[in-house]
């Protein structure tokens, strides 16, 4: 992981977070932008970004894309428990209740609002998941 904060613009700070995933720095983006008590988590995928490997099934992937989204947000001080908003990107519709069963079981307690889009396809054509989530920093 590593971090890169902008102070450009007062006492507020923006801090970046990436995974170290190839694409981030190929394609210029962050994984994680911490702002004020907010986290924006980048559309994410089933990789395991030491590997680089993906899985085969959608499940699988999504599996993948939540462990990697959980660590993410602990490395910029967030929780699970903070996501007040995701967005599911599935490939096939024969794999969204497969997708929505793992968010489902990651998410059953705290509900978030969520959409779920089945789209054309992904960037790589392997990839049958993407998930992006917005977090509130819980005070209390």
């Given at each position: 992981?590593?971090?890169?904060?902008?102070?450009?613009?007062?006492?507020?700070?923006?801090?970046?977070?990436?995974?170290?995933?190839?694409?981030?720095?190929?394609?210029?983006?962050?994984?994680?932008?911490?702002?004020?008590?907010?986290?924006?988590?980048?559309?994410?995928?089933?990789?395991?970004?030491?590997?680089?490997?993906?899985p085969?099934?959608?499940?699988?992937?999504?599996?993948n894309?939540?462990?990697?989204?959980?660590?993410?947000?602990?490395?910029?001080?967030?929780?699970?428990?903070?996501?007040?908003?995701?967005?599911?990107?599935?490939?096939?519709?024969?794999?969204?209740?497969?997708?929505?069963?793992?968010?489902?079981?990651?998410?059953?307690?705290?509900?978030?609002?969520?959409?779920?889009?089945?789209?054309?396809?992904?960037?790589?054509p392997?990839?049958?998941?993407?998930?992006?989530?917005?977090?509130?920093?819980?005070?209390?």
């Amino acid at each position: 992981m590593s971090r890169d904060n902008d102070n450009a613009g007062g006492a507020r700070s923006r801090r970046r977070i990436s995974t170290g995933s190839p694409f981030e720095n190929a394609w210029g983006y962050s994984r994680l932008v911490v702002d004020g008590p907010f986290a924006f988590v980048a559309g994410t995928t089933g990789y395991d970004y030491a590997t680089m490997l993906l899985p085969e099934s959608a499940a699988e992937q999504a599996r993948n894309a939540w462990a990697t989204i959980g660590k993410i947000l602990r490395e910029g001080g967030f929780a699970l428990e903070d996501i007040v908003r995701a967005t599911y990107y599935v490939t096939s519709r024969n794999d969204a209740r497969a997708v929505l069963d793992v968010c489902g079981a990651v998410l059953a307690g705290i509900r978030p609002a969520a959409t779920v889009l089945i789209v054309a396809g992904l960037i790589e054509p392997e990839m049958k998941v993407e998930i992006e989530v917005t977090a509130l920093r819980n005070h209390g």
